[in-house]
């Protein structure tokens, strides 16, 4: 089989064309002989690209999306200087063409680590400062910070999603009046103060809300779009010419016929529509433009022998700083917009991303100067997106990782026995369900310590030393125990602080919920009795909160026939779903008072008026946490 080959710069004869011997793939001595002809012809920013060995990785990727029933996907991996792209499966399910390497295609979240470089190079220029307040810069925005007066939240903070901010609302993600050339401001119109959760630089508590702040921070610095200047200012240097901030779509007026189509479950199509928040996850690219960028993070941070981004900068990327986990010793976290993430075997620096009908991720290592990029244009629910990462990974061929061997704590781990809640939770419309559902269970059996999330699996986190532990899956220490300055207990694992609780806390909202549930489904099972056999029920007062929990259902039909994007829009669905929330204690107090003014009590009615309290006091609940009325478009 031959070596499928692809130069990106044979489009630009500027830049020179150099197509790689079929022998590249497999002889050290052709390779030898290809990188020093890269150095010597191209110059350091210039790129060759070679294909991988078709009979290994490129059959492995393309088994590995037809076992997922995934799409297609674009990938690229660098070795020093060698820069390698391939493709595989279709670019659209509906016409079944083929993906190409050059296909350019969307990353989501990637776009964060780009505009934090677009930050970075402001920063090498004087014209920001990490540790400049962020409420000077963005004067047109409110924030609500109790810690303002000692700890404002600073542009570093907003690089490290530790600003104590909220991740985003459902109608800043999923909305289809976003329009792309909005002022990005819109995304905060009637929003009221920015609430800042947690003491800024403590915590990482990841925000797309934090991103879209920073592509404003850009604007007012450079007094231009975000958009128009990273596309110049960062991408033209760096030879991305494939790429771009700007928005691009698979259909109407920002067309671009290169951009493979997202897809859904059952190969649904769907374009890519315009965002509010979309600093944060707003980027098109190809496999060869993202190598280029991934090599120049591993670099020195000079362009032409010109500095461009101080490599103090380049190499802070992915070390996260500041927190209580990395004050505790705990690497794995964020840093300048990278992550430092251990997987498959290998602690690398990484960001993945997901967005309309893709799914991507980068990680790069840089003592070897290796790394790899890949996006599919596939986002499916239920799709194992980590196993493309490890083949990607273990073609690389990175050495083996050592793992952090157990090591006796200096801690107490019985003192970090009970229950935790997320402490902030990342979307903080939905602090109620992350507390009441999202929380997690300590137990020591010996040295190990038993982390017990309630919606997902059990870890053992093994001590190995200081207040760091490790999960069996993980080679560096993968949590830190911290004790605070005002004496909680918190466990982190550098992207989730979970924060001690009362048991009895727990239980309140507990009881609250399933008090809530029953009485629910009480009022259904008798206020169908009422109608079914109405000589058996002569108080029928009950059809009158039976009818306000049957009326949860009625935005139903409509939800099922609008697209998912317009969740976060005010539709009739939407606004169907916050009148019925809205009515449901007010069915409740009608029954209570016409059930209370009617005699006798017999024990049916006072089963419904203590179901009908029941769900009473869940509404009255959910109303202190914001969630009733239910107004998914706020």
Same mark, same amino acid.
């Given at each position: 089989m031959a070596t499928r080959a692809t130069t990106l710069a044979a489009r630009r004869p500027s830049m020179g064309t150099m197509k790689a011997h079929p022998d590249v793939n497999t002889g050290t001595f052709h390779r030898l002989l290809h990188r020093m002809a890269c150095a010597v012809l191209l110059g350091p920013v210039a790129t060759v690209v070679i294909a991988a060995e078709p009979a290994t990785l490129h059959g492995t990727m393309a088994n590995e999306l037809r076992a997922q029933s995934l799409q297609g996907a674009v990938w690229s991996t660098v070795s020093d200087d060698i820069i390698a792209i391939d493709a595989a499966g279709i670019r659209d399910a509906r016409s079944r063409a083929p993906m190409q390497p050059d296909d350019r295609v969307h990353v989501g979240s990637v776009a964060k680590t780009l505009l934090a470089t677009g930050v970075l190079r402001l920063v090498t220029q004087g014209r920001l400062s990490l540790d400049a307040p962020v409420a000077p810069l963005l004067p047109q925005i409110e924030f609500d910070n109790p810690w303002a007066s000692t700890d404002p939240i600073r542009l570093r903070h907003l690089l490290d999603h530790t600003a104590g901010l909220d991740d985003a609302r459902l109608s800043q993600v999923f909305s289809l009046q976003a329009r792309a050339d909005a002022p990005l401001a819109d995304a905060f119109v009637g929003r009221g103060p920015l609430r800042v959760r947690s003491r800024p630089g403590t915590r990482h508590s990841y925000s797309n809300t934090g991103y879209t702040l920073l592509g404003m921070v850009i604007e007012s610095v450079t007094g231009t779009r975000y958009e128009r200047y990273l596309d110049r200012n960062l991408l033209q240097p760096l030879q991305m010419h494939d790429s771009t901030f700007a928005f691009t779509t698979q259909a109407g007026p920002y067309a671009d016929a290169r951009l493979a189509m997202g897809h859904f479950e059952e190969r649904v199509t769907q374009a890519a529509v315009p965002s509010y928040v979309r600093p944060a996850g707003q980027f098109t690219t190809t496999a060869g433009d993202m190598g280029r960028f991934v090599r120049f993070l591993m670099s020195d941070g000079r362009i032409g022998g010109a500095p461009f981004i101080d490599a103090a900068l380049?190499?802070?990327?992915?070390?996260?700083?500041?927190?209580?986990?990395?004050?505790?010793?705990?690497?794995?976290?964020?840093?300048?917009?990278?992550?430092?993430? #251990?997987?498959?075997?290998?602690?690398?620096?990484?960001?993945?991303?997901?967005?309309?009908?893709?799914?991507?991720?980068?990680?790069?290592?840089?003592?070897?100067?290796?790394?790899?990029?890949?996006?599919?244009?596939?986002?499916?629910?239920?799709?194992?997106?980590?196993?493309?990462?490890?083949?990607?990974?273990?073609?690389?061929?990175?050495?083996?990782?050592?793992?952090?061997?157990?090591?006796?704590?200096?801690?107490?781990?019985?003192?970090?026995?009970?229950?935790?809640?997320?402490?902030?939770?990342?979307?903080?419309?939905?602090?109620?369900? #992350?507390?009441?559902?999202?929380f997690v269970r300590m137990r020591r059996e010996g040295d190990v310590l038993r982390f017990t999330p309630f919606q997902s699996d059990e870890l053992l986190l093994r001590p190995v030393g200081g207040a760091l532990l490790r999960a069996p899956d993980r080679v560096i220490a993968s949590h830190a125990l911290i004790s605070t300055s005002d004496g909680e207990r918190v466990i982190s694992s550098g992207t989730q602080s979970y924060q001690r609780t009362s048991l009895s806390y727990l239980v309140m909202l507990w009881a609250s919920l399933a008090a809530g549930l029953l009485g629910t489904l009480w009022l259904l099972v008798s206020g169908a009795l009422a109608l079914l056999m109405p000589r058996r029920t002569p108080n029928r007062t009950v059809l009158i909160p039976f009818a306000g929990v049957l009326a949860l259902v009625l935005p139903l039909p409509f939800f099922l026939r609008q697209s998912f994007l317009q969740l976060g829009d005010l539709t009739i669905a939407s606004g169907l779903l916050a009148a019925v929330t809205a009515l449901l204690p007010l069915t409740m107090l009608a029954g209570l008072f016409l059930h209370l003014r009617r005699r006798p009590w017999p024990l049916r009615k006072r089963v419904d008026v203590v179901a009908m309290l029941a769900v009473l006091q869940w509404t009255v609940m959910l109303a202190a946490c914001g969630l009733l009325p239910l107004r998914l478009w706020a």
């Open positions: 380049l190499r802070a990327m992915g070390e996260p700083t500041g927190t209580e986990a990395a004050a505790a010793g705990l690497r794995v976290g964020n840093g300048l917009g990278l992550f430092t993430r #251990d997987r498959h075997g290998a602690v690398g620096k990484c960001h993945g991303g997901s967005t309309v009908g893709y799914r991507a991720m980068f990680c790069l290592f840089p003592q070897q100067r290796r790394a790899f990029f890949v996006s599919i244009n596939a986002d499916l629910e239920g799709a194992d997106y980590g196993r493309i990462d490890r083949h990607l990974i273990d073609a690389l061929q990175l050495p083996p990782a050592v793992e952090q061997p157990p090591t006796p704590t200096t801690v107490d781990t019985a003192d970090w026995e009970g229950i935790y809640i997320p402490a902030p939770n990342r979307f903080a419309s939905f602090g109620w369900m #992350d507390t009441t559902l999202n």
